[in-house]
């Protein structure tokens, strides 16, 4: 060998060595000799003494090979042998022997067709080859580890299966896509790994998987290798009835839960209830309360308890807190085949800066925007995603197929969905960058949110897609009739929503009742300006976890006046709330009235139902979803100025609201109205005049001041008299007795 061939072996001997030799597939595994009439492997093992090759067809000793230095570099060839075969290396070291499959004699497994996908955009399955994934490649078992990490100089998957060397494993790239991957044989379930990346900058730094299906807890945060154990669906009848379900015209109450803090068990109360547990405690809740969903709080693994899951870094893990994730589908499966849709938190418009996550992956910024005044979110102090990335994109759509395909969910909330709308969000001037035609929409958001709504529609028929959004954005659920064109910097854009969270009514109605009931006259239609606006969009009113906590306070708590007069009050509210047009949400704990603000890191006060106020509330919640889901005049016409109708919405001097809910037209038939008296203030008014659709006996079907529900008992005896007396434009009308602080349900029933 000629000084300068020994010098070039040398310096490919120290790259892999230091792990620095990226086309490592060129050199390592099997490959045609020079003479084109043989076959050479190569194999780079630290520490080895010796090497043979083991055909793995007949289990037979092929060849020694011949260790090249010190390093750990072998190479030979494979006597007469011409044709490819699949080989063992056994492996001679000081104190053992061991045989592996060499990942290195492997082709790549990525698709043409998944990668062009990956890179526009569109790719709803990207999660089935990054990452990492069990495949049967050629007969042997082993699983695809695949990475995007286009500005790097070398990635190298590290693990527990190869002492966390990064020489050993250094993966294969895919310049054009900017993809590594490798397939490795004999790795184990359970096996933690991670990705050591050479960055663009040459600096040596090790992320987790961004498509990893668990994680380890903090401190540890390495990426886990999931089982391979399928799950056993048993909701197909589930799935096929809600592909019919028109949810605009049907009950939708929502109970949102924090599962970390729903109930606990342990003698000190600290555990967490996986589960089976969940299975068996808080389905049956649900269904004793008469809720029809259950949202659940973020499942996307995230390191820091106090986030609640809005700062998550394994988007793609479910959470290990409660279990596997074989135990959540076993969960949702459970609430499937008891009637109960399972909704989920999903977090797209950013993600937190834990250095084994997202940011500068590559050692550039690859998820996240270079420019802090489009990339980094001022009030989290987190990054946002760069959405005009086509992969980015992919990421995120996968993300939301990957929940609602393999986990069965029946839809996802965006959280924070008008912080991705405007590049100006909680910016002051100077602070954020326009978009090119000058305006602050941030159309890259626009448009993924518009492709996200039409293709999980398509794909997931029956599904909710739910905006938390707070602004005046025209069209967050309407019908996406054209794409966001690239010219278009006005608010032109439908966004393909089927709901919204109603924030107006629940910072006005929460604002209303903030006043004590004696100056309630002097700010009436805080309480009633909903309805104004009601018909633009498709609603939920939401009194949900945001409301209770960073000091504002339990929902009891946010009523004046004595205990009585709290209890009371949120009586009434959750009356008005339940007759309000819009569909239901509220948050654990307020349907007993938790007096405390909510803790994320203790359970609720459950013990507080021993006490006959909040076992009065729970009662009246339970009666309000009782009578809501009965009552088609509660939510078949939600999105319909038919089915409501106001009574009186001016009693500003004595604080009371009436309305009607129509369950058909109003025009044709009244049977099936409801129609609602509440009374904001203590004052019990006799002789009270109501219209009424019909003559005849109308019976008292709610009343919150019941004593039953703990209330001062005072009402009409269940039974109401229309007479033929003409009254707020209806041809019938009663007297009655409107009892203090209360809501009263009126019917036919």
Known sequence: ????????????????????????????????????????????????????????KTSRKVASLDKR?????????????????????????????????????????????????????????????????????????????CVWAPNAQRVSLIGDFNHWDGAVNVMRQHLASGLWEIFIPQVSAGDHYKFEIVDANGQCIE???????????????????????????????????????????AAMSTYEVHLGSWRRQGEDGADYLDYSELIKQLIPYVL????????????????????????????????????????????????????????????????????????????????????????EHPDWDTLIYNYERGEVQSYLLSNACYWLKEFHFDGLRLDAVSSMLYLDYSREAGQW???????????AAIRFLQNLNQRLYQSFPG????????????????????????????????????????????????????????????????FSFSLVYQYTEQFILALSHDEVVHGKGSLLHKMPGDDWQKFATLRAYYGFMWGHPGKKLLFMGGEFAQRDE?????????????????????????????????????????????????????????????????????LVSSRDDLIFVVNMTPEVHHGFRVGLPQDGEY????????????????????????????????PYSALITVPPLACLVIGKG
């Open 1 to 56: 060998m000629t000084n300068n061939a020994l010098e070039f072996q040398h310096g490919i001997d120290v790259a892999l060595l230091n792990g620095q030799y990226v086309d490592v597939f060129a050199l390592l595994g099997m490959h045609s000799g020079d003479d084109g009439k043989s076959l050479v492997v190569r194999c780079f093992l630290r520490g080895a003494l010796g090497v043979d090759v083991i055909c793995m």
């Open 69 to 145: 230095n010190d390093q750990g570099l072998f190479s030979g060839k494979m006597g007469r042998r011409v044709k490819p075969f699949l080989y063992r290396l056994r492996v001679r070291y000081p104190l053992d022997i061991q045989e592996v499959i060499d990942p290195y004699q492997f082709s790549s497994l990525l698709e043409a067709d998944d990668l062009y996908l990956f890179g526009e955009g569109h790719q709803q399955q990207s999660y089935q080859f990054l990452g990492a994934n069990w495949r049967v490649n050629q007969g042997v078992t082993g699983v695809l580890f």
């Open 288 to 375: 004793e309360m008469g809720f029809t969903h259950l949202q659940l709080m973020p499942l996307s693994e995230y390191p820091f308890d106090g986030s609640w899951g809005y700062q998550p870094v394994g988007l793609y893990a479910p959470t290990y807190r409660f279990g596997d994730a074989n135990g959540l589908k076993a969960f949702i499966d459970a609430c499937h085949q008891a009637g109960i849709a399972v909704l989920l938190d999903w977090v797209p418009a950013h993600f937190p800066k834990d250095p084994h996550g997202l940011k500068q992956f590559d050692g550039t910024s690859l998820y996240e925007h270079d420019d802090p005044r489009q990339g």
């Open 463 to 526: 599904i909710c897609m739910i905006a938390e959004e707070s602004t005046a954005w025209p069209g967050v659920t309407h019908i996406i009739d054209k794409p966001l064109q690239a010219q278009e910097s006005e608010q032109t854009a439908n966004l393909g929503f089927g709901f919204k969270w109603n924030m107006g009514w629940m910072n006005d109605s929460l604002g209303y009742l903030s006043h004590e009931s004696i100056h309630r006259r002097h700010h009436h239609h805080e």
């Open 207 to 249: 992320r987790a998987d961004p498509y990893a299906k668990a994680m380890q807890s903090a401190p540890g945060n390495a990426s886990i290798v999931a089982e391979q154990t399928p799950y056993d669906w048993q909701d197909k009848l589930w799935l096929k009835q809600r592909c019919d379900k028109v949810w605009h015209q």
């Open 699 to 730: 019976s008292e079907q709610l009343n919150s001041d019941s004593a039953f529900y703990g209330g001062s008992d005072v009402g009409n005896q269940g039974v109401i008299n229309a007479k033929s007396y003409a009254y707020q434009g209806l």
């Open 433 to 443: 960058l326009p978009n090119a035609y000058g305006g602050r929409e941030n159309l």
């Open 598 to 666: 909510w803790d994320h890191d203790v359970s609720l006060d459950w013990h507080l139902l021993q006490y006959p106020p909040h076992l009065g509330m729970q009662a009246w919640v339970k009666d309000l979803n009782k009578l809501y889901k009965a009552s088609s005049a509660l939510w078949l016409k939600d999105d319909e100025a038919s089915g409501f109708s106001w009574l009186d919405c001016d009693n500003a001097d004595s604080s009371i609201f009436s309305f009607i809910r129509h369950g058909s037209d109003p």
